[in-house]
């Protein structure tokens, strides 16, 4: 029903930058939250960052400062701006989405593949 599509991952030097996108598309009324989560192997999955419909933005205390979250509710897109990227920024990122879909009043969460990121030191 809704498929989230990122793409903007691949290899920085730390202390370079990488712009992270995600597409929502399906048969989507509204969509409330959007996120960036991160996982390495091993380890469980962490929110980076969230924004939601209206209202203010939640980071990680670790990318606080770094990172900027923002969307494009007309085109159902979320960015995450990445700078002064450090090698502990290496994971996979996931995109999340909140998402009322047509014919259904309860919202669900949607995830995307996952883009790698890789920051060498």
């Known amino acids: 029903q809704v498929q989230l599509v990122e793409s903007g991952g691949g290899l920085v030097q730390a202390g370079g930058s990488l712009r992270l996108s995600c597409a929502a598309s399906?048969?989507?009324?509204?969509?409330?939250?959007m996120g960036w989560y991160r996982q390495v192997p091993g380890k469980q999955r962490e929110l980076v960052a969230a924004?939601?419909?209206?209202?203010?933005?939640n980071y990680a205390d670790s990318v606080k400062g770094r990172f900027t979250i923002s969307r494009e509710n007309a085109k159902n897109t979320v960015y995450l701006q990445m700078d002064s990227l450090k090698s502990e920024d290496t994971a996979v990122y996931y995109c999340?989405?909140?998402?009322?879909?047509?014919?259904?009043?309860?919202?669900?969460?949607?995830w995307g593949q996952g883009t790698q990121v890789t920051v060498s030191s």
């Open positions: 999340n989405a909140n998402v009322v879909v047509y014919g259904s009043w309860r919202p669900g969460d949607y």
């Open positions: 924004i939601p419909s209206s209202g203010s933005t």
């Open positions: 399906g048969s989507i009324f509204s969509i409330n939250a």
